[in-house]
């Protein structure tokens, strides 16, 4: 058998290290490099696991991947299981009416296993007369107890109310039904479609639509130069903390994004709806943009291209205390 001399070991070993570090170097990137490097994640409330409407500028969403809200789980106060298991049957029924009626019965039972008849200790007609009727109404009071006490669980039971208004604002910003959606900028495109119902519906102005507006180019902005201290004032804590994530997986491999031209090409609303002390609005937007990655030491450019526009679509979903500033809660890309 030929032996292989240690000068060719050798030269193979440096020829695959060689390999591995050119894959290294060429290995394509997130295609996706723009802040939220297309995921889902962030809160919509008690919605976070909810499909947001479909709209004209993106007729569905992907569901979060990542979330610190927990998914909802059976409700013990109103449990299906509960609902579903079968109710006593008997002329009384169950529950107090049934204790009752049967404890009459027992001592009726009882009298007559012992000598003394059905009725034993009942001095007269009149006696038997008196007790039966006596039954009778404990029986009808009890019954009536329970029906209401049924009646108010069943009352209290939450009700869907009615969703966003059906209306757009049209190309001169003011208000009119079934305006078309085209053009550009939150003040000529979001309409106000319906959509799931809200708990309590909630009614935006126009500047809180040239907020949004706002707030896609500052976070961009805030991503591009890696400036987490500013992202703290445009962004939820999680969404925040997953940010600074993925810069810090950026950093590891020794790259950087750079968004920049962000313009907003068509926006819808999905829905805007109130959660207690809490404002949210879920907004589908189409934007263009320069998105390239860079090496971070020599600044060559190893995805995107800087001459050329791309465009994205994405629900962006905001939150506010009452009376705060418009927050980012959750990115979802298309489904």
Known sequence: MK?????????CASIAAAALLIGATFAPVDADARAGRGGSFGSRGTRTFSAPPPTATMPGAAPMQRST?????????????????????????????????????????????????????????????????QGALIFLVVRLVMGWFARRRAGEQPA????????????????????????????RNFGFGGGQPASEP?????QDFDVFEARLGEVQAAWSAQDI????????????????????????????????????????????????????????MRYGLIDVTEDRASGRVVDGDQSRPTEAAEMWTFVRSRGGNWLLSAIQQAA
């Not at 020794?254 to 879920?282: C, F, H, I």
Request: glycine share 20%.
């Open 229 to 284: 201290e500013r992202m703290r004032g445009l962004a939820t804590p999680e969404v925040v903390q997953d940010f600074a994530e993925d810069l810090a997986d950026d950093a590891s491999r020794g790259v950087v994004n750079r968004v920049t031209d962000v313009k907003l090409l068509q926006g819808d609303l999905a829905e805007a709806w109130r959660e207690g002390a809490r404002d949210y609005a879920t907004v589908a």
């Open 202 to 206: 909630l009614t935006l102005e126009k």
């Open 69 to 133: 809200t927990a998914q909802p789980g059976p409700s013990f106060g109103n449990n299906a299981a509960a609902q579903q298991a079968p109710r006593r049957g008997g002329l009384f029924g169950g529950g107090l009416g049934a204790g009752l009626m049967g404890g009459l019965l027992g001592a009726g039972l009882f009298g007559l296993l012992s000598g003394s008849g059905l009725f034993g200790g009942l001095g007269s007609l009149s006696s038997l007369f008196g007790l039966l009727i």
């Open 3 to 11: 032996r292989v001399s240690a000068n060719a070991l050798k030269r």
């Open 160 to 187: 869907a109310v009615g969703g966003p208004s059906p209306y757009s604002l049209n190309r001169d910003n003011e208000p009119a039904q079934g305006a078309g959606l085209g053009g550009s900028g939150f003040g």
